[in-house]
Every structure is written in structure tokens, then in C-alpha cells.
């Protein structure tokens, strides 16, 4: 089976014939063999690379659909002391350009687990516990990757983006 097309979640008609759960660095896709959960084989042939959130679907050939799922994965989960406090957290976070997922509601923030974050984040004064669960982070404003510049090709960030990565 081949997977030529793709639809973000809401946008798709009928209910998928299968799906595939992914993590969140497995989640952008032009060209790539994925087993779904049923067991089929898909070949994802896309024209461009594509960043699928839980929800969106692979359009097969034959116009079945696969549900994308994200998968659950090593993640810290951080709180703040109030409102003012997420906000500063969140500054820090975004900063240094690690993916997170924002869940305003419940006042958490998820972020992949990395020791020098968390130690940074603790000092700040958040509580920082780990989960493993889902992680479905804010689209960045450079087509929803990471900012991690070391695999082989450049992105142009415009004029205000003055800083490096280095």
C-alpha cells in the first residue's frame, strides 16, 4: 500500500481503515515505510515533507485513510506557581527552541527530557516530574520542526532572526 496524499485532522470524510502511532520526531514525512497498527505495510511517498499532529490521516491510493496517533514517549511535565510564573517558564522554554506542548487549562507544560533543562527549570522554581504520554507540540513558525540545524540543509528565518545556533 502506498500513501500519496494526506488530510489534517477534521478535514478527512469517513472513518480510517487503520492507524499508526508515532512519536513526535517520527511525526514528519515525505518518504518512509511505516507498519500500521493492524499490521499493514505503508509506503509514505509524499511530494514534500509533512508534519502530522494526532488526528490528521496518510490518503492511500485507493482513498482509504490511516489515522497518524501520537505515540506516547519520555516527557517532563511541568508546572508553574501561577500564571506569571508559566508565562516566564514558557519564555525560557521557548528561548532555547525546544518543542513543548502547552496545556493552558490544566497549567502544564511537556517538553522532551533533557537533564540540563530540567535542572534550569527546577532553579526557576517549576516543578518538573516525569510522564510518558503523547507529546503533540506547538507548530513553530518555520513549518512546525525543531530548531536543529545539523542535518544537512538550511532555513531561511528572515530578517529579525539574527542569533545563532551554534
Keep these: 500500500m502506498r500513501a500519496i496524499d494526506h488530510d489534517h485532522k477534521g478535514h478527512h470524510r469517513g472513518i480510517p481503515f487503520d492507524s499508526v502511532v508515532l512519536a513526535h520526531d517520527e511525526r514528519v514525512l515525505r518518504r518512509k515505510l511505516l507498519t500500521t497498527a493492524g499490521g499493514n505495510e505503508i509506503l509514505v511517498d509524499l511530494p514534500s515533507s509533512t508534519p502530522f499532529e494526532t488526528g490528521d490521516v496518510l490518503v492511500l491510493e485507493d482513498g482509504r485513510t490511516v489515522e497518524v496517533i501520537a505515540g506516547a514517549e519520555p516527557l517532563y511535565a511541568i508546572t508553574a506557581k501561577d500564571s506569571q510564573h508559566l508565562a516566564q517558564l514558557i519564555w525560557h522554554i521557548g528561548n532555547r527552541h525546544l518543542p513543548c506542548q502547552i496545556e493552558m487549562e ?7 527530557r533533557d537533564h540540563v533543562i530540567k535542572d534550569m527549570l527546577e532553579g526557576l522554581g517549576a516543578s518538573v516530574v516525569d510522564v ?3 507529546f503533540s507540540p506547538v507548530r513553530g513558525a518555520y513549518g512546525g520542526h525543531s530548531h536543529d540545524h545539523g542535518h544537512g540543509h538550511h532555513h531561511h528565518h528572515g530578517d529579525h532572526h539574527t542569533h545563532s545556533h551554534g
Design 106 to 112: 490544566t497549567g502544564r507544560i511537556l517538553i522532551g
Design 132 to 134: 510518558v504520554e503523547p
